[in-house]
């Protein structure tokens, strides 16, 4: 079978995604011209004064009606067509409507006059269109095939060869036996079905190479973001390693086994081994961030959302006894749906937004965790009535290493991390997280935070 693919089309999947939407778009055009046609035909004499005769009627009905039978032809068969380059595929398609198409336009026009008719007008209109999807080989052939074929049908009926079907009302006198008017008319339209076919084709040639320029420099932006990604991993490495080396030297000194320290110098070591945890806990964070952006697939698995929050929840228990935070966990569901998706990312996200919520709340305060079910997913809430977020804030919450202006102002420790990784983990399982600060827990001094977590069933 002829390829009519483009050697740079074969394995472009936006390319085949054009040509398939235009197919159906085609499809959906025929079935308006029909009604069209079906409209002129009825309401041509009653409006218009134009009078066909029997013989043209019935050529008129039958066209109409074969356009009916073979659009719906068409319809059925494009949904089995394969992307398939050397096979027929959406792009052969493309071509037999447009030969149909072609046919049934060519019998309207010389039923409805020859060269006399304004429907021969429609012809460029086809070949603009073949021009945007078919090489230019092929619509170059076809358009010169029209303009013959149709020149051929003119000299016909000038010499009556063929038989001329006038249109009643239309014109006053004959034109079609008019050698002057007949050669003109036809030089023009010549003219003009060519140059349509060379400006459309070559601006759509250019439309789909810029195309595919851009989606090679997607691909190229995609294979440095990797690269990017790669090195900063083996660098943050490279950095953890010194830095758990002094973590673990000042847990020898704190510790006293190399012997008692001075009080002044035990509370600066105790600052240093902070700003070093800190420092430990950026670089894992960091690590966790990359290597989710380097994952384009995540492990899915049927999970259970309650057990994940049941087992953050017992690990934090410490926690929430220290700082005597009253927790009340509901599950509203009625049906406890399990969801797919990566159980140890969500338990890392959902660890986050646990401990987000205990760091900025004051003892003795307040943490809702609420499970909700949704259309086609889950709802997960977590409320607290603790420093909340400032307004100007929200809308960079969710950036890498961002922290609000009320955590840095009074004195929080954080790599402004953990809310990035709990975005690119919902966003991985097709999910959405957002923030409500004011929370509905909210009080005068504490207006507290809320982050909605929605995830989908499939």
């Not at 004064?49 to 719906?72: E, H, K, M, R």
Request: charged fraction near 20%.
């Amino acid at each position: 079978m002829i390829s009519l693919v483009p050697s740079w089309a074969v394995y472009n999947e936006e390319f085949w995604e054009t040509i398939k939407h235009r197919n159906l778009w085609f499809i959906k055009l025929r079935y308006g011209a029909v009604l069209m046609l079906f409209a002129f035909i009825v309401s041509s004499e009653f409006l218009l004064g134009i009078g066909f005769t029997q013989t043209q009627l019935v050529a008129l009905t039958l066209i109409n009606c074969s356009i009916l039978v073979y659009n719906g032809i068409l319809q059925w068969l494009r949904v089995y067509l394969k992307c398939e380059p050397f096979k027929f595929n959406p792009l052969h398609f493309s071509l037999v409507q447009m030969v149909l198409d072609l046919s049934a336009l060519m019998l309207l026009v010389y039923f409805t006059g020859g060269i006399e008719t304004p429907l021969f007008m429609l012809f460029v209109f086809h070949m603009i269109i073949g021009s945007l999807i078919l090489p230019g080989t092929v619509i170059y052939t076809i358009a010169i095939s029209v303009v013959f074929i149709f020149f051929g049908m003119v000299l016909g009926e000038y010499h009556n060869l063929i038989s001329h079907h006038a249109v009643a009302g239309l014109l006053q006198t004959p034109l079609y036996n008019n050698f002057k008017f007949i050669v003109t008319y036809s030089i023009v339209f010549g003219f003009v079905i060519l140059m349509s076919v060379v400006l459309a084709n070559k601006i759509a040639n250019q439309l789909y190479r810029m195309e595919q320029k851009l989606v090679e420099s997607l691909e190229q932006l995609n294979a440095a973001e990797v690269e990017k990604q790669n090195y900063v991993i083996g660098v943050v490495h490279e950095i953890k390693t010194p830095l758990s080396a002094v973590h673990s030297y000042l847990d020898v000194i704190l510790q006293g086994f190399l012997g008692p320290v001075n009080e002044k110098i035990l509370a600066k070591l105790q600052r240093v081994r902070a700003r070093s945890a800190e420092a430990i806990q950026l670089t894992n964070d960091v690590l966790k961030v990359s290597k989710l952006r380097l994952l384009d697939e995540i492990k899915k698995e049927e999970i259970k959302v309650r057990d994940i929050l049941s087992s953050v929840l017992k690990k934090q228990r410490a926690n929430f006894d220290r700082k005597k935070v009253k927790l009340h966990f509901k599950d509203n569901r009625k049906i406890r749906s399990k969801i797919l998706g990566d159980k140890l990312l969500l338990e890392i996200a959902f660890s986050n937004l646990v401990s987000n919520a205990l760091k900025y709340i004051e003892d003795e305060g307040v943490i809702e965790i609420i499970l909700d079910e949704k259309e086609k997913g889950i709802q997960l809430e977590v409320c607290d009535n603790g420093i909340g977020i400032p307004e100007k804030d929200i809308e960079k919450i969710f950036d890498d290493f961002y922290r609000a202006s009320n955590i840095r102002s009074k004195g929080y420790e954080g790599t402004g991390m953990g809310l990035s990784i709990i975005k690119h983990i919902v966003e991985k399982h097709n999910g959405t997280i957002e923030v409500q600060s004011p929370s509905r827990l909210a009080s005068t001094n504490k207006p507290g935070a809320s982050f909605i977590v929605f995830l989908p069933l499939e």
